[in-house]
């Protein structure tokens, strides 16, 4: 298949959302398919630099990487919040444009946008009349108002995203168009599944955004020492935003029985930085907690196999690639009950504390971590039970699922432009801004 795939977030260097960019695309291309992914400027050297690469194997060949910027004042903005919105916004439309000439020359047989994976701010590719993939995307998750106290600043995080979200899903008619007009929505989590429904997606399906390359898995379960005579190790690993939870995973871990010996680890920085100190101090935990700030990507592997137990507790996270990286290095995980967490961390591969008021929430994660201490032989059968699930999850076989439910759907897809018949239709006129492209 000729394929476009939208990915403003890519980079090889990184996790997350950038990471899924481009293995989404190196992944697809690896499979023989003619692959152009129109991404940002930002990660160009990147993507350039593991292109050259030779040492990591060869970039397969039908692999294509088209940059598309925007304007200088959009690239000024983005260092504000809100910016990135717009910055978003317009590479979107700038990406649509450049599109264009790609497909007047040779029509794609396929769209599919993988990042960013928001819902709300859509995708101007269904413009193109080809039959589209829309995601794994989020977007229909918020934070629990029971925990605010969570979340400095509430109303810039929390209520302004909202309110944001809602002005585009209930006015932007790109977003309803996005939906009805994509032949496949893919989403990250339930509350999403339904948002898409109720905006008139006719065909949505749950999915994992996230998936591992086949060489970060270990040959078997790696087996921890035995927990007696020592501290249970737990793990934090994320960026530090409000929405991540750190704050109510301190809290909680201060109401731990002073008897039950335990060591946290946090390893991430971010905007909240000046508060984590405190958050340690208040919860009493000086002498129990180690801040070791941001840590390279390719050093957290053996982070995690040298600790027992993973906790990230994201009061609004569509899915932590985390959890993934967690389960397949052996880690039990510890984590509230809601968002891609209630859907991507199997009951048997730890434990989801349901979300409440602060005070229940904080003593049944105290009570979690006081099990687990007490009955250790859980923690191996819970690592286990994650090992044996994430396997499911390297990127071949992730991409492998896409392309199968991409057959199942094609048969039924609408017309291309061009064909009266076609919901899709949309005049084309070739037009290219700001693209480069390097193979």
């Known amino acids: 298949m ?20 481009f293995n989404w695309a190196w992944e697809l291309a690896a499979r023989g398919h003619e692959v152009y992914c129109f991404t940002a400027v930002v990660g160009r050297e990147n993507i350039l630099a593991r292109l050259a690469d030779s040492s990591q194997g060869p970039s397969p060949a039908g692999l294509h990487f088209v940059f598309v910027g925007v304007p200088a004042w959009v690239d000024f903005l983005y260092r504000w919040q809100f910016g990135v919105y717009l910055h978003y916004m317009v590479w979107q439309y700038r ?10 020359r040779r029509p794609f047989d396929l769209v599919h946008h993988v990042t960013f994976g928001s819902l709300q701010f859509a995708s101007w590719l269904w413009r193109l009349g080809r039959p589209m993939v829309f995601g794994p995307i989020g977007g229909g998750e918020a934070a629990p108002k029971s925990l605010r106290r969570y979340l400095p600043n509430w109303f810039k995080t929390e209520t302004m995203r909202n309110a944001i979200s809602w002005l585009l899903v209930t006015f932007d008619p790109n977003v309803r168009q996005t939906l009805r007009r994509s032949a496949l929505v893919l989403a990250s989590n339930r509350e999403t599944v339904a948002l898409a429904r109720r905006l008139g997606a006719a065909r949505v399906e749950l999915a994992m955004n996230a998936a591992l390359p086949l060489d970060y898995f270990p040959a078997a379960y790696p087996p921890r020492a035995p927990l007696a005579g020592r501290a249970l190790r737990i793990l934090w690993v994320a960026r530090l935003f409000p929405r991540k939870g750190l704050h109510l995973v301190l809290e909680a871990l201060g109401r731990v029985n002073p008897g039950v010996e335990f060591h946290l680890d ?17 919860a009493g935990l000086q002498a129990r907690v180690t801040w070791h700030g941001g840590t390279p990507y390719g050093t957290l592997r053996d982070i995690y196999l040298s600790h027992d137990l993973f906790m990230l507790c994201s009061l609004r996270d569509a899915y932590g690639v985390q959890y993934l990286e967690a389960m397949a290095m052996g880690l039990p995980i510890l984590s509230l009950d809601h968002h891609g967490a209630a859907d991507f961390i199997p009951k048997e591969a730890g434990i989801k504390v349901p979300v409440g008021p602060p005070e229940a929430t904080t003593a049944a994660l105290a009570r979690a971590v006081e099990h687990l201490y007490h009955h250790p032989a859980e923690l191996e059968q819970m690592g286990r ?15 492998e699922g896409l392309l199968e439910r991409v057959a199942l759907v094609r048969a039924c897809a609408p017309p291309t432009v061009g064909q009266q018949s076609s919901p899709l239709q949309h005049s084309t006129r070739l037009c290219a801004e700001g693209v480069v492209e390097k193979r």
């Open 266 to 282: 946090i390893y991430g920085d971010g905007p909240v930085a000046e508060l984590v100190p405190g958050w340690i101090a208040a």
């Open 95 to 104: 990406a649509w444009r450049a599109a264009r000439p790609y497909d007047a």
């Open 385 to 399: 039970a994650g090992c044996a699930f994430a396997t499911q999850y390297g990127w071949p076989a992730l991409v």
């Open 2 to 21: 000729r394929i476009l795939l939208s990915a403003y977030a890519c980079d090889p260097t990184h996790g997350g959302e950038d990471g899924n960019g």
